[in-house]
């Protein structure tokens, strides 16, 4: 039976702490990963549509590589936009930055708004670990 584990990477210890949830949990060969928005490790919400798509990313590579995962390895990514889907140009491009040659499955949805006012999107992922291998 395969084993579950709780992935934080670090810098994200103050998410699992304060808000008791993890950033990914491992079952398995499969890497579930914790929606991710773009904030720093100090969860201050970054400035900038780009910038934000940028960190919102940057986190989800955090994740992976905690798991010893990466881009190539996400089979599957759902994004939740604010309000719009306005941004979704400049947002395709920051994507195509990560994801370069191996594309997962995406679902896109347009929200009415985060729990954290100035979000713009949040990215949840799934990965097979070894796909990248």
């Known amino acids: ?4 584990e709780v992935i934080v990477p670090e810098g994200m210890e103050n998410i699992y702490d304060r808000y008791h949830y993890a950033p990914g949990i491992l079952v398995g060969d499969t890497l579930y990963c914790s929606g991710q928005v773009g904030r720093d490790a100090d969860l201050n919400v970054v400035e900038g ?71 713009l999107v949040e990215i949840k992922c799934k990965a097979v670990l070894g796909l990248s291998e």
């Open 1 to 4: 039976m395969p084993k579950r």
């Open 49 to 119: 549509a780009e910038a934000q798509f940028v960190q919102a990313f940057e986190n989800v590579g955090k994740v992976l590589a905690a798991a010893n995962a990466t881009f190539d390895d996400v089979v599957e990514m759902e994004t939740w936009f604010a309000d719009s889907m306005a941004d979704l140009t400049t947002f395709m491009t920051v994507k195509d930055r990560f994801f370069t040659t191996r594309y997962p499955t995406w679902t896109g949805f347009a929200v009415k708004g985060f729990s954290m006012p100035g979000i």
